[in-house]
């Protein structure tokens, strides 16, 4: 196998003194992107180590913003918990062992299962890390193929599969989504999203403070929908304190305001829209007045933020998390892009448009302006008939496809990058299905709350070993960006590149054994990938040779070589030749801080993919579950309800191993309302005990007004008490598991994505 030593790169810039260079990489922890500086030292026994990380100032879209996560790329690399090895079971231990020891084993779980219970009884879900991977990007598919089963999960049925469904039935691909172009906005309306903490998601933007500020300081407005008074919210004009659940009944009377009050214009976007007239009918049901008692959020109040949308200069409206792993998470998630479509704010400058990315993009592909759309539920779940979408079966349902006995039951699971245990709703079920599998493979960098359950775990390189290319988060950045990041430093000398691991892995469970060659599957992604752009008719290298397009690719191998041949293939692409200035993996090389391809542009018709070459304003799936939003007009409004929080020193469950990240007071806090406060008997510090249909916890309590009466606030990601996990830092700071309490069997019907937001509790005095 090729490793190329990454001192060597151009990137590696000379030495700032002696002993000591500077690199330059993205940030790989979330979809922000921030380009970071790294310093690293070479010492007497030419051992390199990373002194300083900080953001890089040179950086084309992060200018040196950074966030406290940012610069432990180094904790994490040094933390003496991270799994260096890979790990087998023997007798209910872990024992470290070589890799081709922990491969043949893999082999002959897998092999096993398969010879007795056939493909359909292996399970994969496959985690959020995944996206801001390079190898994972490129090489889960091969692996996906491999294991040859239905049953596949996923973050995304946890997260942002509703918007990723609205996308493709409205554009015509999963990742056609509009983003807010918070750059020229006058107007943005943010629900369900705290940028502030998160640094965003599905619109990538390094720096949401300054942006966000600056639509303020330019003389534009900020609101934003939310049941708690986030950091966002403090900072913005309007703090909308929503009931949770209830955004699409908000999003619906507020397009039922324009349309009542003749304030719908689509402007440039007109000519593209499909059963823009059936709106009307549509949304009848959903007046100011009729949402006010469910939504909390009052009649003139509605109508008002209407008003506003309509009469902003331009305007952006953006929905995440909260929208998203919520009971009507598709329906909000296309009335987002319906009211901006009727604010005549799709597709033009400041208001919601579509990136052009240079790599890897469905809407640069084939036939600009048509395509074949997304068809939902080609299959369904063993247990309970849950629809299949974009491959994948709801998280939701993975407890009971391996707790339930009969014929399709899952028997073995591989896990990529994921802790389902901790992430996904009913986890105390999930985590007793787990430990009653015949066999389980994960490829991880710890042993946690999931991982510990597995029969062989495959560690993957740190992060500053690893190669980087935001192929999937670029497609929804807010301005057209590339940057390529060689690894910083070499790799162990045992350990294999992720991508190595991830193609061995399928290798094996194709049944090819445990000794054959990674790069079989290399070749193959390559191979097909040139087919496709030869292939493709409209594409710059169309009817070209591929044999000629390979031997121009040279020689390295994994994610670089895919890279360049993506990039080359692009829209900003050199087209191997075709046009010289453009881009290629050797061009984005000899820049560092990125490569600046401008700011959005508006991409009506060509960029949609849809069967009708048409923006489907009232795709099926979605009018058919309408009725469903009807009814929850009628929800008791009353009800104590929990939801989630993020916090600018978390990533989902994975970072509480950072000491730094975790010291200082406790942060997996209830955050109760002092109106509830009062009437639970429930003072702040004192322990609450929380309880949901499913499960209970006890968490200490926060007083503050922070969050609406009859909303009660528990992040996720915790929980690290149990003795088996190898997380020193994080037990001493474990929290409890939020998911304990989610429902798996409340979901948004049409995504089958999790209700984690808006569950029903009961909250007393522990
Ligand atoms: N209640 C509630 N639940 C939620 C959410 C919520 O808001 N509320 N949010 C949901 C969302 S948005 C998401 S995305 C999910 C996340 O759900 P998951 O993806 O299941 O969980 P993570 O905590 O991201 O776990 C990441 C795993 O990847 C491992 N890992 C980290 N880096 C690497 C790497 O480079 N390679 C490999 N192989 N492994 C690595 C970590 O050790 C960890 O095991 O959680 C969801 N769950
Ligand atoms: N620091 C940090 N950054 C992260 C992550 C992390 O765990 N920590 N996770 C990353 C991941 S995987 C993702 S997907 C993104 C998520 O990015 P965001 O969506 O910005 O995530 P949150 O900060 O959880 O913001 C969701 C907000 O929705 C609110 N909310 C809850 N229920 C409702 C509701 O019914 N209606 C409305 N309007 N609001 C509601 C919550 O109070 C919360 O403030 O963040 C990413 N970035
Ligand atoms: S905001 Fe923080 S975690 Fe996210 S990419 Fe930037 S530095 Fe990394
Ligand atoms: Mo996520």
Not at 173 to 189: F, K, M, Q
Not at 345 to 364: E, I
Not at 698 to 724: M, Y
Request: aromatic fraction near 4%.
């Amino acid at each position: 196998m090729t490793v190329v030593d990454p001192a060597t790169r151009p990137e590696a810039a000379p030495a700032a003194d002696a002993g000591t260079r500077t690199a330059f990489r993205t940030c790989p922890l979330c979809e922000a992107g921030c380009g970071l500086e790294v310093t690293v030292a070479r010492d007497d026994e030419g051992t390199e180590r990373v002194t300083r990380i900080r953001g890089d100032r040179d950086d084309v879209f992060s200018h040196g913003f950074i966030c406290p996560k940012g610069s432990t790329l180094r904790q994490l690399h040094e933390d003496p918990d991270r799994l260096r090895r890979p790990l087998v079971k023997r007798d209910g231990a872990f024992v470290e062992v070589g890799w081709d020891e922990a491969f043949a084993e893999v082999d002959r779980l897998l092999t096993g299962v398969v010879a007795e219970h056939g493909r359909e009884a292996l399970g994969v879900y496959v985690g959020n890390p995944n996206a801001h991977n390079i190898s994972a990007l490129v090489y889960l598919k091969p692996l996906l193929k491999a294991l040859g089963t239905r049953n596949v999960f996923s973050a995304s049925t946890v997260d942002q599969r509703p918007k990723e469904i609205s996308s493709a039935l409205m554009f015509g691909t999963g990742l056609s989504v509009p983003v807010p172009d918070i750059d020229r906005t006058d107007h943005l309306l943010l629900l369900g999203a705290n940028p502030l903490e998160s640094n965003g998601s599905l619109a990538t933007a390094p720096d949401w403070p300054g942006r966000l500020a600056a639509i303020r300081e330019r003389g534009g407005r900020v609101v934003v929908v939310d049941p708690r008074r986030t950091r966002t919210a403090e900072r913005a004009d309007e703090w909308v304190a929503i009931r949770p659940g209830t955004d699409a009944l908000l999003l619906a009377a507020m397009a039922t305001t324009l349309l009542e009050e003749g304030l719908a214009d689509p402007g440039a976007a007109g000519p593209h829209l499909a059963d823009l007239d059936r709106l009307a009918d549509l949304l009848a049901p959903f007046t100011a007045e009729a949402v006010a008692p469910a939504t909390g959020v009052a009649a003139d109040d509605v109508r008002r933020l209407a008003r506003d949308l309509a009469a902003a200069p331009t305007a952006a409206v953006y929905g995440r998390i909260g929208t998203t792993t919520a009971e009507f998470g598709t329906v909000a998630s296309w009335l987002v892009d319906v009211l901006a479509v009727l604010t005549g704010n799709l597709d033009r400058p400041g208001g919601s448009m579509f990136t052009r990315a240079a790599a890897g993009s469905a809407t640069t592909r084939g036939t600009p302006g048509v395509g074949r759309g997304i068809r939902l539920g080609r299959h369904t779940s063993r247990v309970r008939g849950l629809p299949e979408t974009m491959g994948e079966l709801p998280a939701a349902c993975l407890a009971e496809e391996i707790d339930t006995p009969g014929e399709g039951r899952i028997r073995a699971m591989v896990t990529v990058a994921g802790n389902p245990v901790l992430s996904t709703p009913h986890s105390a079920r999930l985590d007793a299905a787990l430990e009653g599998l015949d066999a389980m493979v994960a490829v991880d960098i710890y042993v946690n709350e999931t991982t510990r359950h597995a029969d062989v775990v495959l560690p993957a390189p740190s992060a500053l070993e690893k190669p980087h290319y935001d192929l999937a988060l670029l497609q929804l950045a807010i301005r057209n960006v590339a940057n390529w990041s060689d690894p910083v430093l070499a790799r162990d000398p045992d350990q294999p590149d992720e991508w190595e691991v991830l193609a061995r892995l399928a290798l094996v469970a194709q049944g090819v054994g445990p000794d054959a060659d990674p790069a079989v599957v290399d070749d193959l992604v390559v191979d097909s990938l040139l087919a496709g752009a030869v292939g493709d008719e409209h594409g710059p290298v169309a009817g070209r040779d591929p044999a000629e397009l390979k031997a121009m690719l040279g020689d390295e191998r994994g994610p670089a070589r895919i890279v360049d041949l993506m990039l080359r293939t692009g829209p900003y692409g050199d087209a191997f030749g075709a046009r010289p200035d453009g881009l290629s993996l050797e061009a984005l090389r000899a820049a560092p801080h990125g490569v600046d391809l401008g700011a959005l542009e508006p991409r009506l018709p060509e960029v949609l993919r849809t069967p009708s070459g048409k923006v489907e304003l009232a795709p099926e799936p979605i009018v058919a579950d309408l009725p469903r939003l009807e009814a929850a007009l009628d929800a008791d409004p009353d009800a104590l309800r929990l939801v989630g929080r993020r916090d600018l020193r978390s990533n989902n469950s994975w970072m509480h191993n950072v000491e730094v990240l975790v010291k200082g007071k406790e942060r997996c806090t209830l955050h109760v309302h002092p109106d509830d406060a009062a009437r639970l008997g429930l003072a702040d510090g004192a322990t609450a005990r929380v309880r949901s249909r499913v499960g209970e916890v006890e968490a200490p309590v926060q007083v503050t007004d922070a969050v609406r009466p009859g909303v009660v606030s528990l992040p996720h990601g915790w929980g690290h008490a149990h003795p088996d996990v190898r997380l020193g830092v994080a037990q001493r700071h474990a929290g409890v598991n939020s998911n304990v309490l989610t429902d798996d069997t409340v979901v948004d019907v049409p995504s089958g994505t999790a209700v984690l937001n808006g569950i029903p509790v009961e909250v007393a005095p522990a």
